[in-house]
Each structure stands twice: as structure tokens, then as C-alpha cells.
């Protein structure tokens, strides 16, 4: 079993938890959004919000692990999903957009990062006026 911390990334465990469809439904995420996705891992979200979104949108997936990116790359390639944009880094680092994202979001990943002030900067940055952070956390 493959585990971030205590986590477990297996996609049925974590099925167990919570339903993601419904959460990204409750959202409000809709075709032709834009979704981004810090501290994505292999794509758990990602590849659902890329599906939902439809070729209209845009998922950006940002990690810092290089092997759990590759791993999201191939599962989409495999799934026909061409509108996620990959990005290796920092969520301190990373702002993919000024101002142009519908949603950031965080799946069991803020408390992770060292500074947590500096992401949600970030966050902030990125958002449309009108945009939703989203942070499912323990």
C-alpha cells in the first residue's frame, strides 16, 4: 500500500473516506473551469476535475514528488485527458495564473507544507475574485 504520512494513496481505501465526485460536485466545479490542484500526488482529484471540466477547462496539477507526477502523466495520457498541466514544485513556489483559477484546492496536503502562510498566498493570487479555496483536511 502506498502511503503519504500515515495516508493511504490507494484510490479504494480512500474511497472509503469520502466520495469525490460528490465533493467536487458540491463545489460547484463545471465545465469549462479552471482547477488547481496543489499537492496532487498521483492525481486523485486531478484526473476527476479534468473529466468534469471538460476540454474547455484547465486542471493544473502541482507536487513536488517527480515520481507521483509521472505516474498522474501516464494515467491521464492512458484516460485521453489532455487539458492537466503538470508542474514539479514547491506549493511556496508555484503560482501557475494571476487570477485565473476557479477553485486551488488541497486534498489532505496543507498541513504538509512548511509555510502554510506562503501557499495560501499563493492560493490568493491565483483565484478570480469570485474563486473558492477548498482544503480537505483530517
Not at 35 to 42: L, N, R
Not at 57 to 66: A, F, L, N
Not at 72 to 81: C, H, I, P, Q, V
Request: hydrophobic residues 45%; charged residues 25%; glycine residues 8%.
Amino acid at each position: 500500500m502506498v502511503c503519504h504520512g500515515n495516508f493511504s494513496l490507494n484510490p479504494s481505501v480512500r474511497r472509503t473516506w469520502y466520495n469525490p465526485e460528490v465533493i467536487l460536485n458540491d463545489l460547484g466545479l463545471k465545465p469549462g473551469m479552471v482547477f488547481v490542484d496543489v499537492g496532487c500526488a498521483d492525481g486523485f482529484f486531478s484526473l476527476l476535475a479534468a473529466k468534469i471540466v471538460k476540454e474547455t477547462g484547465r486542471v493544473y496539477s502541482i507536487d513536488i514528488d517527480t515520481k507521483a507526477i509521472e505516474k498522474l502523466k501516464r494515467k491521464a495520457a492512458k484516460m485521453g485527458l489532455n487539458n492537466i498541466d503538470f508542474i514539479v514544485g514547491k506549493g511556496e513556489d508555484v503560482v501557475v495564473c494571476e487570477h485565473c483559477a476557479d477553485f486551488v484546492f488541497y486534498s489532505m496536503a496543507l498541513h504538509d507544507f512548511n509555510d502554510v502562510c506562503k501557499v495560501l498566498q499563493n492560493a490568493k493570487q491565483m483565484l478570480k475574485p469570485k474563486g473558492v479555496l477548498a482544503d480537505l483536511d483530517w
